[in-house]
């Protein structure tokens, strides 16, 4: 992995987080948004505007891939580079979630 993505990348901030993860499946940024606010009992919400910057920002580091457009709506699928750093950060949210634990 380039120094340079890490660097970026990792920590995420969670607009970031959550939209890798989603895309572990083929998705459009409006499906993203919504199956955000599902997966956080609308604790998070993402902005359009930060969707979709977010989303061209990571298309363009080679996180995330173009698939097909319908209707306006872009849809988007992880690649192996995005995979590497969503892995990257599951495992540094593991640890933090492991050490909070072990310190009273």
Do not use: W
């Amino acid at each position: 992995m380039d120094a340079h993505i890490k660097k970026v990348y990792v920590p995420m901030t969670e607009t970031g987080f959550y939209i890798l993860f989603c895309l572990q499946e083929e998705m459009h940024g409006y499906n993203i948004g919504l199956k955000v606010k599902e997966m956080t009992n609308g604790e998070v919400t993402i902005s359009p505007g930060t969707m979709y910057g977010t989303l061209s920002k990571m298309e363009k580091d080679q996180l995330i891939s173009f698939v097909k457009e319908e209707d306006k709506r872009k849809s988007y699928i992880i690649t192996d580079l995005g995979r590497e750093v969503l892995t990257l950060e599951l495992k540094r949210i593991e640890r933090l979630y492991r050490n909070s634990k072990g310190k009273k």
